[in-house]
């Protein structure tokens, strides 16, 4: 099992940056894979980021660019570097693990899930 739990998130204006934390406990951090999805109300879950494993990482094209996403396996933690905040990136963040693998950006293919953290972006 493997736990996790999400923080930073908060109010910025758009054009702003916020960092989100991800804190792991439980199974070997170094093996998994790691993403951020976020979920707008009225929409679907979509993945945002991952850095897998290995260190190579995958980013959705609406924050490419803006975003970045990076681990550090010493603290178990996972971190997503949001820059030039727009409010449609307004949503609940949630960071998600995986065993290692192949890349996967579908949320059905991740098996923890922290609790999320809300996102307002104001314009």
């Known amino acids: 099992q493997v736990q996790l739990v999400e923080s930073g998130g908060g109010l910025v204006q758009a054009g702003g940056s916020l960092r989100l934390s991800c804190a792991a406990s439980?199974?070997?951090?170094?093996?998994?894979?790691m993403a951020w999805f976020r979920q707008a109300p009225g929409k679907e879950r979509e993945f945002v980021a991952s850095?897998?494993?290995?260190?190579?990482?995958y980013y959705a094209d609406s924050v490419k660019g803006r975003f970045t996403v990076s681990r550090e396996n010493a603290k178990r933690t996972v971190y997503l570097q949001m820059n030039s905040l727009k409010s449609e990136d307004a949503a609940v963040y949630y960071c998600a693990a995986r065993p290692g693998g192949i890349l996967e950006t579908g949320s059905t293919r991740y098996d923890f899930w922290g609790q999320g953290t809300q996102v307002t972006v104001s314009s």
């Open positions: 850095v897998r494993w290995s260190g190579s990482t």
């Open positions: 439980g199974r070997t951090f170094s093996g998994l894979d």
